[in-house]
């Protein structure tokens, strides 16, 4: 079935430094979404990519949609501490727009 | 404006106890699903609804039933608890633009 492999799982970084995360598929995906997990909350939506090739901001935090539509990436310039949490990708499932799944999470942890 | 809320925040619940999680949304979306979340695994769908009255499967349903009886509710229940449902339960919803918006979770743990 459709899955969702984010890489890397979790990452330790220094404030200041940028982030570079990324979720590939080996289906295709209409669509790519990043939401952010902080602790002890839910998902919040950061970004959505609806196009291939599409390069998306929000603040300090860039997403792009592969051109192949099987990968997305997501990049944070220079990290602050509210940064951390856990940031899933997601995608409608086999294109629906009544479901859609998660990968895994990648975990980011600021070092002091 | 309350968005997706969850009742209760909190749950301790002995082996073969039942128990009802609540999801309520005044957001007027027709799309409402029930997560849980454990750790490594992810978010996985356990069942959700397209409308008021339908339920459907999710990925992992078994030991759940969910009722949609009005649009704004979304109720998710264990008949009998087990050690294996000790997890977040988050519930979301859509508007029918891929969009999920999530409620805060409930982390339920069954001894």
């Known amino acids: 079935g459709q899955q969702l492999n984010q890489s890397p799982q979790s990452m330790f970084i220094q404030e200041g430094e940028d982030v570079s995360m990324n979720c590939t598929s080996s289906?295709?995906?209409?669509?790519w979404l990043w939401y952010k997990q902080d602790p002890g909350e839910g998902p919040v939506l950061l970004i959505a990519?609806?196009?291939?090739?599409e390069l998306t901001s929000n603040g300090r935090l860039t997403a792009q949609f592969g051109i192949t539509r099987k990968d997305s990436f997501l990049n944070i310039s220079a990290s602050i501490p509210s940064d951390v949490g856990i940031y899933f990708c997601?995608?409608?499932?086999?294109?629906?727009?009544?479901?859609?799944?998660f990968g895994k999470g990648t975990r980011l942890h600021i070092l002091p | 404006n309350a968005g997706v809320t969850q009742t209760p925040k909190f749950r301790v619940l002995k082996t073969g106890q039942s128990m009802t999680l609540l999801c309520a949304q005044d957001?007027?979306?027709?799309?409402m699903y029930w997560y849980r979340q454990d750790p490594g695994m992810g978010l996985r769908l356990i069942h959700y609804?397209?409308?008021?009255?339908?339920?459907a499967k999710g990925e992992v349903p078994d030991g759940y039933n969910v009722s949609r009886l009005k649009k704004q509710n979304f109720l998710l229940g264990l008949e009998s608890a087990a050690p294996s449902q000790t997890s977040v339960y988050f519930c979301?919803?859509?508007?029918?633009?891929?969009?999920?918006?999530f409620g805060p979770g409930t982390r339920l743990t069954v001894l």
């Open positions: 289906s295709i995906f209409n669509t």
């Open positions: 990519l609806y196009k291939a090739g």
């Open positions: 609804s397209v409308g008021e009255g339908t339920t």
């Open positions: 997601a995608g409608p499932k086999m294109n629906r727009d009544d479901k859609i799944i």
């Open positions: 979301a919803t859509n508007g029918g633009s891929n969009e999920q918006f």
């Open positions: 957001m007027n979306h027709e799309y």
